[in-house]
């Protein structure tokens, strides 16, 4: 099993930045992948960026390409997001996958307002 612990969101305004993180736990040996998705109210989930341990691949929606940036620290990922916009405001969730399923964590509110 691998535990997911988000955190970092809150409130803030437009432009502003904000830097989310996810801790995996558990039996993170084997973790080949890592990824921020979100979703707004509704609509549905969907990737915001990944990154692949093997490597260090990563990939972007368009609509963040520019502003926001992942990073990997051993068993922590980061998500930086910079120049945030109203349309950014979601709850963002870290996924991850070890053979032979995905793993998620519960979850952080964004909020970008003014």
């Known amino acids: 099993q691998v535990q997911l612990v988000e955190s970092g969101g809150g409130l803030v305004q437009p432009g502003g930045s904000l830097r989310l993180s996810c801790t995996a736990s558990?039996?993170?040996?084997?973790?080949?992948?890592m990824g921020w998705y979100r979703q707004a109210p509704g609509k549905e989930r969907e990737l915001v960026a990944d990154i692949y341990t093997t490597g260090g691949r990563t990939n972007y929606a368009d609509s963040v390409k520019g502003r926001f940036t992942i990073s990997r620290d051993n068993n922590t990922v980061y998500l930086q997001m910079n120049s945030l916009k109203p349309e950014d405001t979601a709850v963002y969730y870290c996924r991850a996958f070890r053979v032979p399923r995905n793993y998620w964590g519960q979850g952080t509110q964004v909020t970008v307002s003014s």
């Open positions: 558990g039996s993170i040996y084997g973790i080949t992948y």
